[in-house]
Every structure is written in structure tokens, then in C-alpha cells.
């Protein structure tokens, strides 16, 4: 029989998830790790962590995330740094970054014992850019970085053609943004590169809202294109990184059903109401920013489409008032903000989104399109067909499904968070 392994270690592979899934060690280590709030520090000079057995259920069942509670007592780090993981007996499970004040303690970085260093991150971040040149071959605008989706906690990076939107959430990317943006530039070669870690979760993790370039020279608004449509999206204070990059699939597919009268509520600066434009007759844009409606009209009018109206408007009051008004679509686009930041909040939102899609279910004209979507994490793909069986029974019409669609490809879903899976996006028939 061979000799165990000594604690804390295991067999080198070369980065990726385990060739074999993630299976327990089978050989009992020569002792025990001790239970301590000092961490150890391992033979590569890293923090030592040990996690409880709900804990390294969770790492078998392939979870990014570790909680708080599922550490053997509370670590004496200050957060950010990269750990390595074991198990109660001293077992080597994998290495994270350490978060100090979120829930989430520890978020995956590698299962295997390889070195966190600068070729580690350039190695990530090249793989996930190769996956979109593959998914989206000729593509320049894309997210090039879905955090833990493509291994890398804690960091979103959006790319606009020659410009770059980077989000640092955790303390571990915070605290290596020199690195980080160093690699950027190296490997993209980037114009700009923009801070956009103005985001409430970062308080959860005790960092503070930041925004700026961090790189290079922007100037102004960066036009992009979406099928035959150009966007400007401005990455210093657009929402999200300056655009939603996740809906670009589905605004170039709801061109593609887009007819006579339509309508696009929660429009922002247009990802939807420009495409039903190329397509429709006619298109009323309901938006409540007044911001982001000058920037929609001035992009109907970069791209010389004319017959977009945009409303500035509670999208809500707009539909019951055109319901009662008597007037009726062919195509109708609901793409509300997130109803829901927790999950106490999910009954209310879905009385939100029934309340929508019913009235849009009612404003349709036979054989109009409703393309509905939905960006609340807390509530799941069952969960909104569900909302909208109920919607389409109380406007007693039939509806057909016609495409479930989720966030374009570029948003990759990871299998065993369920969170990654956010964006849900029907295109329904009313009949
Ligand atoms: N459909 C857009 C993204 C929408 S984001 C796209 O694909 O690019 C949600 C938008 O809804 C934001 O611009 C926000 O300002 C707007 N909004 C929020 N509450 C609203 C309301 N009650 N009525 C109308 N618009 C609203």
C-alpha cells in the first residue's frame, strides 16, 4: 500500500476541475489539523483554512462558494488574501480568496495545488477570452469575464471594442486591481480601461464604491453595434458597466419577431425598442429615467429610425392606462429591473411581474409576441413560467411558448450556482 500523503498536500495536476469529480481523499493524513483560529501557514508560505464537513459537501457537490459558518473557526486574516483549504483531518481541497466580512468566506480559485500567481491569473483570463472568440466568433463587445462562472471570484470584465469596464467585488480582486489590469493591458491591449466597482455588493465585503479610469483615455460614449443597430453605451455612467451586455442575443433575436405596433417597456437606452424598430411599424418606448430616454432618442436617431416614441413613464401605470385607453400592440418587450434583492422579497415581486405580463398578455392583439424577461437571481426559470400560467389564465387567453431563453453566451451559467442562471427571457404567442 502506499504511503499516505503528508497533510495538506496532493498529487500536481495542471489547472481545471478534477479529472475524477470531487472525490474525498481515501488515505487518512498522519495527524490531524489542529483546531485553531491562528491560521497554519502551508509549506508555500499561504494561510491555512479548514472548512467543516457541510463544507466539503459543498465543495463535492462543485459549490464556488464556502459560508462562514462552515469554517473551523474564524481565521485571523484581514481578507483578500489567497488560502489554502482543507478539510477537519488537514486534507489539501483547493485554494480561495478569503472574504473577512462577507458570508461567503471563501470563494474557489483552483482544486488543484498549483501556484496563485501572476501566470495563474493571465492563464484564466486568456481562457475565458478564448471561449467567447469561440461562442462569438468576430465579436468585439462582450463580457470577457463572468466571475466565478470563469473561475475568477469576484471579477467582472465587459469588453466595448477597444474599450475595457472592469468590477472588482471581493477584497481578493480589489487588492490584486494593479495586477489585474496590468494583465489586461497586456493581453488586450486595451484604448481604456474603466473602474466601474460602483456596486452595492461591495459593502457587503466592506469596500467602498469606486469609479474611474484606470487605464489609458476614454472620451465620451462607445458606440458598439447589436445586429443592424450601433449603441453607445458610456462606461462612466450608464447602469451596469455602460451597457446589458447579457440581453444582446436577445435584443438581435427580438428583431426577428418584432411586427406592426410595438411596445418596449423598461427600455433604458433602447436595447430593445432600436431592434423592434427595424422591423415594426411603429414602436413606443416606455422609460422612467429621463437620462436614459435622451440617450435612447439620440440613438433612434444616430441609427435614423423614426418611428420610435420614447414615454418617460412608470412602466406599470403606462400599461394599465393604455389598457383602459383601449389601444393594442402586435409586439410587446417587458425587460424589468430585478424585483427582488432577497428572498423575502420574491412574493412581492412576483405579484410585480403578474401584474406586467398580465396586462401585456391583455394588450396583444391574436398572434402578437410578448418577449418577457426577467433578471431576479431569487426567482427561477419554473418560478416565472409559473407567474406567467397565471398571468395568461387570468387574461384567459392561450399563449404559446415559443423560445426559453436565458443571457447570451458570454454570461456562461455555472452548473452548481444556481444564481449564474439569472436571466430568463420567454418569447410567448398570444393566440
Ligand atoms: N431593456 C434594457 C434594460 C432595462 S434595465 C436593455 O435591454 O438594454 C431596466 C430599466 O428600467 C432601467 O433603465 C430603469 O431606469 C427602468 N425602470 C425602472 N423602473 C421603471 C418603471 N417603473 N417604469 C419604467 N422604467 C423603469
Redesign the pocket.
Known amino acids: 500500500m502506499s504511503k499516505p500523503p503528508a497533510p495538506g498536500s496532493r498529487p500536481e495536476r495542471r489547472s481545471g476541475p478534477p479529472a475524477g469529480g470531487f472525490k474525498r481523499p481515501s488515505h487518512r493524513p498522519e495527524k490531524p489539523a489542529p483546531d485553531r483560529t491562528t491560521p497554519d501557514l502551508a509549506p508555500d508560505g499561504l494561510p491555512q483554512v479548514s472548512i467543516v464537513r457541510r463544507g466539503v459537501e459543498r465543495w463535492q457537490g462543485g459549490h464556488p462558494w464556502i459560508y462562514r459558518a462552515d469554517l473551523n473557526g474564524d481565521p485571523a486574516l484581514e481578507g483578500g488574501e489567497v488560502v489554502r483549504v482543507v478539510d477537519n483531518r488537514g486534507w489539501f481541497l483547493g485554494k480561495a480568496f478569503y472574504s473577512k466580512q462577507s458570508k461567503i468566506s471563501l470563494r474557489w480559485l483552483s482544486y488543484d495545488d498549483v501556484p496563485v500567481d501572476t501566470d495563474f491569473f493571465r492563464q484564466r483570463l486568456a481562457q475565458a477570452n478564448a471561449m467567447r472568440q469561440r461562442a462569438l466568433p468576430g465579436e468585439t463587445t462582450y463580457r470577457l469575464v463572468h466571475g466565478e462562472a470563469d473561475l475568477l471570484p469576484g471579477l467582472v470584465v465587459d469588453r466595448y471594442g477597444d474599450c475595457l469596464s472592469v468590477q472588482f467585488l471581493t477584497p481578493g480582486t480589489e487588492q490584486r486591481k494593479q495586477l489585474i489590469v496590468a494583465l489586461l493591458v497586456e493581453l488586450f491591449k486595451p484604448r481604456a480601461i474603466v473602474n466601474r466597482s460602483d456596486v452595492g455588493v461591495r459593502a457587503l465585503e466592506g469596500l467602498p464604491q469606486e469609479k474611474g479610469v484606470l487605464y489609458g483615455e476614454l472620451s465620451g460614449p462607445v458606440p458598439y453595434d447589436e445586429g443592424l443597430v450601433r449603441v453607445r453605451a458610456d462606461l462612466m455612467e450608464g ?1 451596469k458597466t455602460g ?2 451586455l447579457d ?1 444582446r442575443e436577445n ?1 438581435v433575436m427580438a428583431a426577428q419577431y418584432a411586427f406592426g405596433e410595438a411596445l ?9 425598442a432600436l431592434q423592434l424598430a427595424t422591423r415594426a411599424q411603429k414602436v413606443t418606448a ?4 429621463e437620462q ?1 430616454a435622451g440617450q435612447l432618442r439620440a440613438n433612434a436617431a444616430a441609427n435614423k429610425l423614426s418611428n420610435v416614441d420614447v414615454v418617460v ?4 401605470d ?1 400599461l394599465r392606462d393604455t389598457l383602459d385607453e383601449g389601444h393594442r400592440f402586435d409586439t410587446i ?1 417587458l ?3 430585478s424585483f427582488a434583492k432577497n428572498k423575502d422579497a420574491i412574493p412581492g415581486a412576483l405579484r410585480g411581474y403578474k401584474e406586467l405580463n398580465l396586462r401585456a398578455i391583455q394588450l396583444l392583439r391574436p398572434g402578437g409576441f410578448l418577449i418577457t424577461a426577467s433578471c431576479t437571481y431569487h426567482i427561477d426559470e419554473q418560478g416565472f413560467e409559473d407567474m406567467l400560467v397565471s398571468a395568461a389564465t387570468d387574461a384567459k387567453r392561450r399563449v404559446q411558448i415559443i423560445e426559453k431563453r436565458g443571457a447570451g453566451k458570454d454570461h456562461p451559467v455555472l452548473l452548481n450556482l444556481r444564481e449564474t442562471r439569472y436571466l430568463k427571457c420567454f418569447v410567448l404567442r398570444v393566440l
Open positions: 447602469q451597457a446589458f440581453q435584443h418596449d417597456c423598461f427600455s433604458y437606452v433602447g436595447g430593445f416606455v422609460e422612467i429615467s436614459a413613464a412608470n412602466a406599470f403606462y418587450v425587460d424589468p429591473p
